[in-house]
């Protein structure tokens, strides 16, 4: 299974190293020096990391055949993506991948349906699950612990507590 790891960013200085934008709970595991990473656009791929570092908070890449400004600008929004056993799991007990969450069902406390997760929409302040409701209408609920307290992947069910007002039908399409 193929999983989006980072996004490239922009290049920094003048030796080929590149931010990148992590999209992986695991970076150290799956960004680490030696890893070789398909890419998309898939023209631009793969390429092995060869060293990374953390500079003002963001983490640096320099790639295998990267030496100089202009190749790493020519690598810009490429996602990088590692491939991944869809057996394995996160270290973490409270961590998912995106893979393990599509296609849940998802239900309130007290057992009500509220639909089926189609996506994990990865923002900037936070995680956000789609969920498509049985009227083919979709509300977005944000994926943190007070909102979501429970997942069952053997039952293949997510419970959901969500604010007054998230689920009711008029303010859905405000979310």
Do not use: W
């Not at 193929?2 to 709970?25: C, N, P, S, Y």
């Not at 973490?92 to 998802?106: G, I, K, N, S, T």
């Not at 923002?123 to 944000?142: F, K, T």
Request: no cysteine.
């Amino acid at each position: 299974m193929q999983l989006v790891v980072a996004r490239i960013g922009r290049a920094h200085g003048i030796k080929g190293d590149l931010t990148v934008e992590v999209r992986t709970d695991e970076p150290e595991l799956r960004l680490g020096p030696g890893a070789v990473l398909m890419t998309d656009p898939p023209e631009r791929g793969p390429l092995t990391v060869e060293t990374g570092r953390v500079h003002s908070g963001r983490l640096l890449l320099h790639f295998e055949g990267v030496h100089d400004r202009t190749a790493a600008e020519e690598l810009r929004n490429t996602l990088l993506i590692a491939e991944v056993d869809p057996e394995e799991q996160p270290e973490d007990p409270e961590e998912f991948y995106d893979h393990q969450l599509v296609d849940l069902d998802v239900t309130t406390a007290d057992g009500t349906a509220v639909g089926r997760v189609t996506e994990v929409a990865h923002l900037p302040s936070q995680d956000l699950l789609v969920v498509e409701r049985a009227d083919g209408s979709e509300v977005m609920i944000p994926f943190v612990s007070e909102f979501v307290p429970e997942i069952d992947l053997e039952e293949q069910r997510l419970v959901v507590t969500p604010p007054p007002g998230l689920l009711d039908d008029d303010t859905v399409d405000e979310v």
